[in-house]
């Protein structure tokens, strides 16, 4: 203004650029209300979706639920490995379900909507737990079994070897509890004591495994076994042979103290080792 009244001469350029801005904020309302209808439009369209996608996994937990209610329809030991696999499958069903779950109260949240009550899920995972519990161990076992007791010692892991074991008569323990509580489960008890009492039946061969399968054990330690047991000599060297099926038929079980002792002893030893050698 008071270059006007002084009546001085903007370039043209300059005046355009004036009048330009003096039309900016109106424009800057366009685009805001565009972006505000964009945006509105968005939320609607991802509403939309959520809404459709949270039918669709309700009907999924209705699936999953099914599944879990008829559970006890499996009882043949026989199939083992295929029942195992099924509920592996079905808890990792459970696992993405409660996943999904969670997704959706979080965008619920986002919405300003109040979050869907999926405590279903809770319920169907508290219900599927001794089914998991039982099957699952019972196909560990099964593979398990065969590996300890007739595949290469030194590719046993004494460490899983005991938690497994342990652990599996435990929780069977807990789990035949459970399912005597229930007449559709009540026939499952008998499988789950049977799977325990194998487990049972496997403890006492743990020295064994724990012992000879120290990461200290040498030849030389091997040969201590050999003298104590008046066995013929034991070790690696065994081929085919070095298996803890091999052991047991040589009646190692009835020097599992002896057999404790010198695995304790190979432990320190390469500890001991172990701690020489950072020293140098």
């Known amino acids: 203004d008071l270059l006007e009244d002084i009546r001085f001469a903007l370039p043209y350029s300059t005046e355009n650029a004036r009048w330009d801005m003096c039309g900016a904020g109106g424009?800057?309302?366009?685009?805001?209300?565009?972006?505000e209808d964009y945006l509105d439009g968005k939320h609607k369209d991802l509403l939309l979706q959520q809404e459709n996608e949270q039918k669709a996994f309700v009907r999924r937990c209705w699936d999953l639920e099914a599944v879990v209610d008829n559970f006890s329809q499996h009882n043949d030991i026989k199939a083992?490995?295929?029942?195992?696999?099924?509920?592996?499958?079905?808890?990792?069903?459970?696992?993405?379900?409660?996943?999904?779950?969670?997704?959706?109260?979080?965008?619920?949240?986002?919405?300003?909507?109040?979050?869907?009550?999926?405590?279903?899920?809770?319920?169907?995972?508290?219900?599927?737990d001794?089914?998991?519990?039982?099957?699952?161990?019972?196909?560990?076992?099964?593979?398990n079994k065969e590996k300890w007791l007739r595949g290469p010692f030194d590719q046993i892991d004494p460490n899983y070897c005991e938690n497994e074991t342990l652990n599996?008569?435990?929780?069977?323990?807990?789990?035949?509890?459970?399912?005597?509580?229930?007449?559709?489960?009540k026939p499952l008890v008998a499988i789950g004591e049977q799977v325990r009492a194998e487990l049972e039946e496997f403890r006492p061969f743990l020295p064994l495994v724990t012992g000879l399968r120290n990461e200290g054990m040498k030849t030389r330690h091997w040969d201590d076994v050999?003298?104590?047991?008046?066995?013929?000599?034991?070790?690696?060297?065994?081929?085919?042979?070095?298996?803890?099926?091999?052991?047991?038929e040589m009646g190692l079980l009835s020097f599992a103290k002896e057999v404790t002792e010198i695995g304790d002893r190979a432990g320190k030893e390469y500890a001991l080792e172990k701690a020489l050698r950072k020293m140098k």
Not at 27 to 33: D, E, P, S, T
Not at 130 to 143: E, I, N
Not at 226 to 248: C, N, Q, R, W, Y
């Open 27 to 35: 424009r800057v309302k366009g685009r805001v209300a565009k972006v």
């Open 80 to 128: 083992v490995l295929d029942i195992s696999r099924k509920a592996r499958e079905t808890n990792e069903e459970i696992t993405k379900c409660q996943d999904k779950a969670r997704l959706f109260n979080s965008r619920e949240l986002l919405f300003d909507k109040e979050p869907t009550d999926y405590s279903l899920l809770g319920a169907v995972a508290k219900t599927f």
């Open 226 to 248: 050999s003298a104590v047991t008046k066995l013929p000599a034991l070790g690696p060297h065994m081929g085919e042979d070095f298996k803890l099926e091999k052991f047991i």
């Open 168 to 185: 599996g008569i435990r929780l069977l323990f807990k789990t035949g509890r459970l399912m005597k509580e229930k007449e559709d489960t």
């Open 130 to 143: 001794p089914f998991l519990s039982l099957w699952k161990t019972a196909g560990d076992w099964a593979v």
